[in-house]
Structures are given as C-alpha cells and as structure tokens.
C-alpha cells in the first residue's frame, strides 16, 4: 500500500487541531480537579459550621451545671472537679484507642517551646474558668453568659493585634449585629441585677483571658490533635485549680448525688465534647469566628425556658434571636470566618 505524504499546510493543521485538543483536555481535567476541590471544601465546611452549632448548644448547658455544683463547692472546686473529670475520661479513651491498636494515629512529638504554650493555654484557661465560676455566684446567670459571651471583641482585636489577622467590614457587622442580638435576649435579666457591678466585671475579665486562650488553642490546632491539646490542657488546669481549691477552699469533692451529676456533666459534655468540638473546627475557622458562635447561648438558655418551663417571650427577645442568627451568617460569609491555606497561625 503506497504511503500517502501529506502536504505542509495539511500537517500543520493537524498539527494545530491536536494541540488543541491536548489543551480542551488538559482544561477540562483541571476544572474537574477544582470542581471536585470545591464540592470537598464545602462539603467539609458546612460539616464544620454544624459541630459549632453543636459544640454551643452544649455549652449552653454550662452555666445550669456550674450553678448547680456551686449550691454546694466553691468556684475553685467547681473547676477543680470538671478538670480532673474530664482528664480521667480523656486518658481513659486513649487507653482504650491504644488497647484496640489503633495504629492510624500519628505520633505527635512535643518540644520544650510546645510545653510552655500548654502551660500558657491552661493558666489562661484555668484564670478564665475561674473568674466565670465566681462571677456565678455574685451576678445572675444572664449576666454573666452575656458578659462572657463578648469574648469574639476580644479574640478579634487580639488576633489583629498579635497575630496579623484580618477581618472585612462583613465579618465587623455580623459580629456587632450578634452582639447587640445577644444584649437584647438578656435585657431583662440585665436589668435586674445592676447591683452586682464585682461580678459582672468578673465575668467580663473571663472574656479576656478566654479569647487569649482561644488565640493560644488556634496556635496549638495547627499542630496537634484534638484530644491531645484537651488531654494536656485538663490535666494541667486540674493541677492549678487543685492547688488554688487547696488555699482558698474547705470542700473539695462533692457529697450530694446531684453536685456529682453536675460536675461530671461539666467534665464530660461541657469539656470534652462542647470544647472539643470548639477546638476541632479551629483547624479550618478563625478563633473570632469559633468564639462567635458562644453568642448563641443566651438565644438557646432562652428557648430552653420558653419550651420547659414556659416563659414568655417578649417580641424584643425574637428581634434579639433574628439579630444573632443574621450576626453569625453574616460573618460566615466574610474572609474572617475561613482560615485561608497561606493565613494560618
């Protein structure tokens, strides 16, 4: 069969048409590669923005149990106990993963500089546990949430300040709407209690060193694990709150059935599981976004009255829910919220 040579200008074309579909490929390849990237990503935020709802919906049990533990201990105690609860528990999963050979967790190596922001993270996590538990006992629970709950001002400023964040206008406004939403919800029960000005301040000095440790938390999530940073952190802060139970206190364990309850509930569902789920989504959220979401718990404390114990919701209240909730997606959708692959501290 004699061979057919093809002309100059016919081989060029060819040559062109089959550049061409070399790069249609090649485009079509990298915009399935970014499209599956994206589906991925979002897929994986919206399972993020879940576990914070989560994580504050339980914490908004917080403040019930630490009152009811301190009708008997101390505000020390109180947190002496959720600690070292929560430890127990914590080491008791570990041995538990280790006895059935988990062997897909990777080693995680601690330096010296890793140890001393540990230390740093439970003395800023003790001193704020601490202040909120006192601050319990001299204010109205709707006070103190509301006051402790300003923590996203202060890991706002701070992570701008110390660690070159950035947060657009829409992140600002959502922050501001869901503060004035959650200043709204408590006004009544604010009103109420103006007497008690030793602790409100007390419950507002927690904010502060909660957003300092919710800074020092997102350093840490950058390169431990989850159970890793609460194992170190509880064991530590039981430590300080048992040597502050120790000087400032009679009564260290509780005797009545319903303090246990209380306070293993705090160990548990509080500690581990609300803070854990707070402290996971801190690999791919800002701290000032994570904190936000602890607005919510006076719209939840004020659902959970109006459905079992049925309060009255004043029309100010709903005004209030509608505030926070718009507050928290606005700021969802700002550059604040997602921590960006080259933005990472």
């Not at 399935?32 to 919206?46: A, V």
């Not at 200043?183 to 904010?207: H, K, N, R």
Request: aromatic share 14%.
């Amino acid at each position: 069969m004699e061979k057919v040579e093809l002309s100059p200008t016919l081989r060029k074309d060819w040559d062109d048409r089959a550049t061409k579909l070399k790069k249609i490929k090649t485009y079509n390849m990298v915009n399935q590669q970014e499209l599956s990237q994206n589906t991925t990503k979002d897929n994986s935020l919206s399972s993020g923005f879940f576990s914070l709802l989560l994580g504050a919906f339980i914490l908004s049990f917080a403040a019930i149990f630490t009152r009811l533990s301190e009708n008997e201990l101390g505000p020390a105690a109180t947190s002496f106990n959720r600690f070292y609860i929560a430890t127990i528990a914590l080491f008791m999963w570990e041995g538990i993963q280790y006895g059935i050979g988990n062997s897909s967790k990777p080693t995680e190596v601690i330096k010296l500089e890793d140890w001393g922001i540990f230390l740093l993270s439970s003395i800023l996590g003790t001193t704020a546990s601490f202040f909120w538990a006192c601050s319990l006992t001299q204010t109205s629970v709707a006070n103190s949430n509301l006051l402790h709950n300003l923590t996203p001002i202060f890991a706002t400023l701070c992570g701008w300040l110390f660690f070159r964040q950035s947060f657009d206008y829409k992140f600002l406004l959502g922050m501001g709407l869901a503060i004035i939403g959650a200043a709204t919800i408590s006004f009544g029960d604010f009103q109420e209690a103006v007497d008690s000005l030793v602790g409100d301040c007390l419950a507002l000095l927690s904010a502060v060193f909660y957003a300092l440790n919710y800074l020092v938390r997102e350093h840490l999530r950058s390169k431990f694990s989850v159970t890793t940073i609460l194992v170190w952190y509880c064991l530590f802060c039981g430590c300080f709150t048992f040597l502050l139970t120790l000087t400032t206190e009679r009564q260290l364990f509780p005797t009545s059935w319903q303090t246990w309850l209380a306070v293993i509930c705090l160990g548990v569902l509080c500690q581990i599981i609300g803070q854990g789920l707070l402290i996971h989504n801190l690999k791919q959220f800002s701290s000032g976004f994570v904190t936000l979401f602890m607005l919510l718990e006076p719209l939840l404390t004020a659902l959970f009255a109006w459905v079992i114990f049925a309060q009255k919701l004043t029309p100010l209240n709903w005004v209030g829910f509608f505030l926070v909730l718009a507050g928290i997606y606005l700021a969802k959708l700002s550059k604040g919220s997602e921590k960006l692959a080259d933005d990472k501290c």
